[in-house]
């Protein structure tokens, strides 16, 4: 199977950022534990703070990937242009967040993304991202 984890703005962050909302480890050293738990997936990775890279991420490799996590960070709540892309190809996409965006300020209560997305899944820190790798097994069982 061959799952991309798609990161949104300031994602790359993580470990720095706020650590008392996103926890205090680096994307980079999850990913790795991530992957060593999943020998048999493909993992692809991609991170970009411009919304029009993560638009052309999201066309370029939409169609070969059997999967796609999106953590589309504030772009969730804002492009509708992501929206678009995700509808556009065939890869089927969870969106997930580190943090419940329903316990924080209201403007991060909207996504864009969820209408367009077979599910979501947010408030389990950097664990998030394997609950939606487990979501897109399940749905492809
Ligand atoms: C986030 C939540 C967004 O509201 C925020 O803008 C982020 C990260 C999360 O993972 O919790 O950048 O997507």
Known sequence: MKILIIN???????????????????????FDSLK???????????????EG????????????Y??????????THTSVAIADALS???SPAIEVHLSNVFRRESFRHHSFLSP??????????LDSYRLAVEALFNSNK
Request: charged share 15%.
């Open 8 to 30: 949104g703005p300031n994602l790359n962050m993580l470990g720095v950022r706020e650590p008392h909302i996103y926890g205090s480890q680096s994307f980079d050293s999850y």
């Open 36 to 50: 060593n738990q999943y020998p048999d997936v493909s993992f692809g990775y991609f991170q970009s703070n411009s």
């Open 53 to 64: 890279d993560l638009i052309d991420c999201i066309q370029r490799e939409g169609f070969t």
């Open 66 to 75: 059997d999967g796609i996590v999106i953590n589309a960070g504030a772009y």
């Open 88 to 90: 556009a190809v065939k």
């Open 116 to 125: 367009v997305v077979k599910g979501v899944i947010g408030g389990f820190g």
